[in-house]
């Protein structure tokens, strides 16, 4: 690995680093480490390039950091200044031994890789998905794998997570969850506004390293009015999520362990002050721990797990309907034969001839299977999706039996259209390590020409999924793509994966059997989020599908048919999306030059379009007729053109001689 001849254990490691984290002055050289791979540099505004640095391969990712300050608080921690050269020492130490740690978790996965080739070079058969399907392996993606949601959103989905639990949270913390949101801001934000000012002129500065540590050291007072909340408030929220006195957090004694850090991240300084060195996981704590405190109590364990189901159901049908409308997103469906229930729907997307199956839970990895023991990472996923998964089966079975019936959550009757595709996505509620990696290898799951393989995610990704795809067309026009990759497609989180698609749109040839997307591949995505959730400079749009063609003619009938629920515009505007940037130039030209002639002589004209080798064609008339007159036209025109090339499906769309859009679309689909 690194030409050691006899690599040390992993618990080795783990102690040289508890040890050096015990140094005297080591609090500001994890101050150092905050300030180098916990801040986003950029000036002026935020762009994909900036937020590349986050992906550097050198960064200490957040486990690693966490890790490093729950090791800290297990010895008294000493705040005396430091001679910067002692702790770029230190730091230097740090990244070292956290990098033989890192090797040691990867050995696993090599010795498996290795001893897998071997196997087939005995003419063995051994599937790759088998090498994750290890605990000792999958427990380096859960530490290092890249996060499964920004820390704005824990912030943001925190407030609505528990605003049900305001009055127990009042009784018991002494602050509803709106105080506690508006002080972890604050305190998450302060150290940045005051490194934006000093790192400029760092480099002049010889003490920089411990003007850094100043600014992650907040006091009471100031983070109370930030929060715009009474010092009494803030000081219940801080202690909240404050680590007791140290030395404390004795139960961390291995990686996998408890870590109070992860729980409690800020520390408290000998004068009292409030020390902050990493925002995210304030707000993932924030996202988390409540419903723990919550728990605790025997007398209201049971109406806090019901808002933690409700939420999760809650969240993803509101964000759905934001995108398809009120009308087309249902919770609660109860399925019936007859008296006798089949089974629920969590949350139910109809739109045209498709439909979304969402079943929804709230099952966390625990702590045995993030130490990489076999029966509890298999236990946890099947209580986590494995049982969500084939819930949405029977749900989507149940869609396409003509003798169930459907009752919505009031318990009205609810029509179900026939259905050509159904998607199963199943929601987990909290961040889940390595969720991706897990499903690839855990999962069992069926599918059919009408019943799509499942996309496993959180309620993270459908919050970014709804914000960048907010159209019924884009939306479902990605998750079939997706979908139609299974087991093609390798990739840590399937935030690498959106981010590939909105930048260079998701296309794979057919001559790949595997395509790695990296994780780096999410930075387009990860600049417009923050930009839009954020409010900072910069832009809101990623480069690439939304916005490269958006002028263009192909552009201006997606926009125009992207919220319709006709079948057949559904199926063009598919095909619209797959297109390259010759076809869609082709396609535009034919667009405006049919549209002209019609402009200049009043007559019906027309041009076709073939796409994917033949499988399918487009012909368009632009026409001044009445749509009585000119759809039995277009519909003889595509007849004609479908059985000379012989294609399965053959689309019409009539456009306007004014602009060229749409007026209507029509789909010929059979063999």
Same mark, same amino acid.
């Given at each position: 690995?690194?030409?050691?001849?006899?690599?040390?254990?992993?618990?080795?490691?783990?102690? #040289?680093?508890?040890? %050096?984290? /015990?140094?005297? =002055? $080591?609090?500001? @050289?994890? +101050?150092?480490?905050?300030? &180098?791979?916990?801040?986003?540099?950029?000036?002026?505004?935020?762009?994909?390039?900036?937020?590349?640095?986050?992906?550097?391969?050198?960064?200490?990712?957040?486990?690693?950091?966490?890790?490093?300050?729950?090791?800290?608080?297990?010895?008294?921690?000493?705040?005396?200044?430091?001679?910067?050269?002692?702790?770029?020492?230190?730091?230097?130490?740090?990244?070292?031994?956290?990098?033989?740690?890192?090797?040691?978790?990867?050995?696993?996965?090599?010795?498996?890789?290795?001893?897998?080739?071997?196997?087939?070079?005995?003419?063995?058969?051994?599937?790759?998905?088998?090498?994750?399907?290890?605990?000792?392996?999958?427990?380096?993606?859960?530490?290092?794998?890249?996060?499964?949601?920004?820390?704005?959103?824990?912030?943001?989905?925190?407030?609505?997570?528990?605003?049900? #639990?305001?009055?127990? %949270?009042? /009784?018991?913390? =002494? $602050?509803?969850? @709106?105080? +506690?949101?508006?002080?972890? &801001?604050?305190?998450?934000?302060?150290?940045?506004?005051?490194?934006?000012?000093?790192?400029?002129?760092?480099?002049?500065?010889?003490?920089?390293?411990?003007?850094?540590?100043?600014?992650?050291?907040?006091?009471?007072?100031?983070?109370?009015?930030?929060?715009?909340?009474?010092?009494?408030?803030?000081?219940?929220?801080?202690?909240?999520?404050?680590?007791?006195?140290?030395?404390?957090?004795?139960?961390?004694?291995?990686?996998?362990?408890?870590?109070?850090?992860?729980?409690?991240?800020?520390?408290?300084?000998?004068?009292?002050?409030?020390?902050?060195?990493?925002?995210?996981?304030?707000?993932?704590?924030?996202?988390?721990?409540?419903?723990?405190?919550?728990?605790?109590?025997?007398?209201?364990?049971?109406?806090?797990?019901?808002?933690?189901?409700?939420?999760?159901? #809650?969240?993803?049908?509101?964000r759905l309907a934001e995108v398809f409308g009120p009308a087309r997103v249902h919770r609660g469906v109860a399925i019936k034969r007859g008296t006798k229930h089949v089974t629920d729907i969590d949350v139910l997307v109809t739109f045209a001839d498709r439909a979304i199956v969402l079943p929804c839970k709230s099952k966390k990895l625990t702590l045995a299977a993030r130490k990489g023991n076999d029966l509890q990472l298999r236990s946890d996923f099947k209580k986590s999706v494995q049982d969500a998964y084939d819930q949405a089966r029977v749900s989507a079975?149940?869609?396409?039996?003509?003798?169930?019936?459907?009752?919505?959550?009031?318990?009205?009757?609810?029509?179900?259209?026939?259905?050509?595709?159904?998607?199963?996505?199943?929601?987990?509620?909290?961040?889940?390590?390595?969720?991706?990696?897990?499903?690839?290898?855990?999962?069992?799951?069926?599918?059919?020409?009408?019943?799509?393989?499942?996309?496993?995610?959180?309620?993270?990704?459908? #919050?970014?999924?709804?914000?960048?795809?907010?159209?019924?067309?884009?939306?479902?026009?990605?998750?079939?793509?997706?979908?139609?990759?299974?087991?093609?497609?390798?990739?840590?989180?399937?935030?690498?994966?959106?981010?590939?698609?909105?930048?260079?749109?998701?296309?794979?040839?057919?001559?790949?059997?595997?395509?790695?997307?990296?994780?780096?591949?999410?930075?387009?995505?990860?600049?417009?989020?923050?930009?839009?959730?954020?409010?900072?400079?910069?832009?809101?749009?990623?480069?690439?599908?939304?916005?490269?063609?958006?002028?263009?003619?192909?552009?201006?009938?997606?926009?125009?048919?992207?919220?319709?629920?006709?079948?057949?515009?559904?199926?063009?505007?598919?095909?619209?999306?797959?297109?390259?940037?010759?076809?869609?130039?082709?396609?535009?030209?034919?667009?405006?030059?049919?549209?002209?002639?019609?402009?200049?002589?009043?007559?019906?004209?027309?041009?076709?379009?073939?796409?994917?080798?033949?499988?399918?064609?487009?012909?368009?008339?632009?026409?001044?007729?009445?749509?009585?007159?000119?759809?039995?036209?277009?519909?003889?025109?595509?007849?004609?053109?479908?059985?000379?090339?012989?294609?399965?499906?053959?689309?019409?769309?009539?456009?306007?001689?004014?602009?060229?859009?749409?007026?209507?679309?029509?789909?010929?689909?059979?063999?």
């Amino acid at each position: 690995m690194n030409g050691e001849k006899a690599a040390r254990s992993e618990q080795a490691v783990f102690d #040289d680093l508890e040890t %050096l984290c /015990a140094t005297s =002055g $080591f609090v500001h @050289a994890l +101050a150092a480490i905050a300030v &180098r791979d916990n801040m986003i540099v950029y000036a002026g505004a935020m762009t994909p390039a900036a937020m590349a640095a986050s992906y550097a391969r050198e960064r200490t990712v957040r486990t690693e950091f966490t890790t490093l300050l729950g090791l800290m608080i297990k010895h008294p921690v000493d705040f005396s200044a430091a001679d910067p050269k002692v702790v770029d020492d230190l730091v230097t130490r740090a990244s070292t031994l956290l990098e033989e740690l890192h090797d040691r978790l990867r050995q696993p996965m090599f010795d498996a890789i290795i001893g897998g080739m071997r196997a087939r070079e005995a003419g063995l058969e051994v599937p790759a998905e088998t090498i994750f399907a290890r605990g000792d392996v999958l427990r380096e993606p859960i530490f290092y794998g890249g996060e499964s949601a920004y820390s704005f959103q824990f912030l943001e989905l925190a407030l609505e997570r528990y605003t049900p #639990d305001d009055g127990w %949270l009042r /009784a018991n913390k =002494g $602050f509803g969850i @709106a105080e +506690a949101h508006a002080v972890a &801001r604050a305190t998450g934000r302060l150290p940045t506004t005051r490194l934006s000012r000093l790192l400029p002129g760092r480099r002049k500065d010889p003490d920089w390293a411990r003007n850094a540590l100043d600014a992650f050291a907040l006091t009471l007072e100031e983070i109370a009015a930030e929060a715009r909340v009474g010092t009494d408030v803030a000081q219940d929220v801080l202690d909240a999520f404050t680590a007791p006195a140290s030395p404390t957090n004795a139960e961390f004694k291995a990686l996998g362990d408890f870590n109070l850090a992860a729980a409690c991240p800020l520390v408290r300084t000998p004068d009292g002050r409030y020390l902050s060195l990493q925002s995210y996981g304030l707000y993932e704590s924030l996202y988390d721990s409540p419903f723990y405190w919550m728990h605790a109590d025997a007398g209201y364990r049971a109406e806090a797990s019901k808002h933690r189901g409700a939420f999760t159901e #809650d969240f993803v049908a509101r964000r759905l309907a934001e995108v398809f409308g009120p009308a087309r997103v249902h919770r609660g469906v109860a399925i019936k034969r007859g008296t006798k229930h089949v089974t629920d729907i969590d949350v139910l997307v109809t739109f045209a001839d498709r439909a979304i199956v969402l079943p929804c839970k709230s099952k966390k990895l625990t702590l045995a299977a993030r130490k990489g023991n076999d029966l509890q990472l298999r236990s946890d996923f099947k209580k986590s999706v494995q049982d969500a998964y084939d819930q949405a089966r029977v749900s989507a079975d149940s869609l396409l039996d003509p003798s169930l019936t459907f009752l919505d959550a009031q318990g009205a009757p609810l029509a179900v259209s026939k259905l050509r595709t159904i998607y199963p996505v199943c929601v987990v509620s909290d961040s889940y390590p390595a969720l991706t990696v897990q499903a690839r290898s855990f999962l069992t799951h069926t599918a059919d020409e009408i019943v799509r393989p499942p996309i496993v995610t959180d309620v993270f990704l459908i #919050d970014v999924m709804a914000e960048m795809l907010s159209s019924p067309l884009r939306l479902l026009s990605y998750i079939d793509r997706r979908v139609s990759y299974t087991g093609r497609l390798n990739s840590m989180n399937e935030h690498a994966i959106l981010g590939f698609h909105l930048s260079q749109n998701l296309w794979l040839e057919e001559e790949y059997s595997m395509a790695m997307i990296d994780d780096t591949c999410a930075t387009d995505l990860d600049a417009a989020m923050t930009v839009r959730r954020e409010g900072v400079p910069g832009s809101p749009t990623p480069d690439g599908v939304l916005t490269r063609f958006a002028r263009t003619p192909v552009g201006r009938i997606l926009a125009a048919i992207e919220h319709r629920e006709s079948v057949a515009e559904v199926d063009l505007g598919f095909l619209l999306l797959t297109l390259g940037e010759t076809a869609v130039k082709d396609l535009g030209k034919g667009l405006e030059a049919v549209a002209a002639r019609t402009r200049k002589d009043g007559r019906t004209h027309d041009f076709t379009h073939i796409f994917a080798e033949g499988e399918a064609g487009l012909t368009v008339h632009c026409s001044s007729l009445p749509n009585a007159e000119a759809i039995p036209e277009l519909r003889r025109h595509c007849e004609n053109r479908k059985y000379i090339h012989r294609a399965g499906a053959w689309h019409g769309l009539l456009v306007r001689a004014e602009d060229g859009l749409p007026k209507l679309g029509i789909e010929l689909r059979f063999p």
